[in-house]
């Protein structure tokens, strides 16, 4: 069964699949079951992937690491997803090598929300602007 906003992946293409709607098939890509993305919440001591929130009057940001992350043809955050934690809204900014990584949002009364980043190495963190 999937459920809605989870992420997959194929581990033999790399094509990454959000559900959009809660279903009960199993999503199949290059005739295997894709595997669910479990999101990283903590960085270990040399890589900063741990979305960081910083609210800044009436706008939200949302960067990638307490320190920048590298985005460079080899290595580099695809990109970054905003949810509010009753997942009514959503927002997502797509992301290319050469880009700074952070996402802005006018800060509007949705509540507590999380944000996710994938990095094309690393895969998918999280955190939760409690």
């Not at 295997?32 to 741990?50: F, P, S």
């Not at 090598?97 to 895969?123: Q, R, T, V, W």
């Amino acid at each position: 069964m999937t459920k809605r906003l989870e992420l997959y992946k194929c581990e033999i293409c790399g094509n990454l699949v959000e559900v959009v709607l809660d279903g009960a098939g199993e999503l199949v890509c290059c005739g295997q079951a894709m595997q669910r993305l479990e999101a990283n919440t903590t960085d270990g001591d040399r890589e900063k992937h741990v979305p960081v929130f910083i609210k800044k009057d009436d706008v939200l940001e949302v960067r990638v690491g307490s320190q920048p992350h590298p985005m460079t043809d080899e290595h580099y955050i695809q990109f970054i997803e905003v949810i509010s934690d009753d997942e009514v809204y959503m927002k997502r900014k797509y992301l290319k090598p050469n880009e700074e990584a952070f996402l802005k949002l006018k800060c509007y009364d949705i509540g507590k929300m999380s944000a996710k980043e994938f990095c094309n190495i690393h895969g998918l963190w999280e955190n939760k602007n409690d």
